[in-house]
């Protein structure tokens, strides 16, 4: 009997990229997968005679390029931080772009800064887990004062229902521990405005 002829199927895996965040109660994970590449088809054996098959494109295997990064950024950002690794690289960050950055390391001494009227800054930056006065209470406290200035959440609590949470306590979005730089960059240039280039690739502040 003839041999048949072997049909090989060519197929390809959809990259995926994970985080993982260093949640203070328990670990959120999230997961990407691009499905915008479709699997090659097979090859079929063409029969004795026939005609070859013809060539088949190349798949497209370039990666997606990311956002691009802002090269300088305007403003003065207040930094409401009790850890001092976050703080140092979220800090050294903004810095590096031209943001006049100022540390405090809980919600009080963040109080004590935003006072009613006007106020020095731009945009705050809020964790929300320290001691003497938690980020949540205090961005209550200066939506009370009527303070309509940016406030973002820094969290590692992403537990399902946090951000029914954070909107009712007046934030203004969040970002997740540990913190991508760049993520956070590219939020702080649609807020304060800046000029973008092509960027390295993401560090993340553990």
Do not use: Y
Not at 27 to 36: E, F, G, H, L, Q
Not at 99 to 125: C, E, K, R
């Amino acid at each position: 009997p003839d041999a048949k002829p072997q049909v090989l199927s060519n197929w390809t895996s959809a990259p995926s990229s994970a985080t993982h965040d260093d949640i203070d109660t328990q670990p959120s994970t999230a997961a990407v997968m691009d499905t915008t590449r479709e699997p090659i088809s097979p090859t079929a054996a063409h029969p004795a005679g026939g005609k070859q098959p013809a060539a088949q494109e190349p798949a497209d295997t370039s990666a997606p390029q990311p956002a691009p990064l802002p090269q300088s950024l305007q403003g003065r950002v207040l930094l409401v931080e009790d850890n001092p690794v976050n703080a140092l690289v979220a800090q050294a960050g903004m810095s590096q772009l031209g943001l006049d950055v100022t540390l405090v390391s809980d919600g009080q001494q963040a109080l004590d800064l935003l006072v009613p009227g006007p106020h020095d800054f731009d945009l705050v930056l809020m964790d929300c887990q320290m001691p003497v006065m938690d980020g949540v209470t205090a961005t209550r406290l200066i939506r009370e004062r009527g303070l309509q200035i940016p406030v973002l959440a820094l969290t590692a609590n992403a537990m399902k229902g946090f951000e029914i949470r954070i909107q009712e306590a007046g934030f203004s979005g969040f970002h997740i521990k540990p913190l991508n730089i760049d993520g956070l960059l590219l939020d702080l240039a649609d807020r304060l405005g800046g000029e973008r280039v092509q960027g390295p690739a993401p560090v993340e502040a553990r």
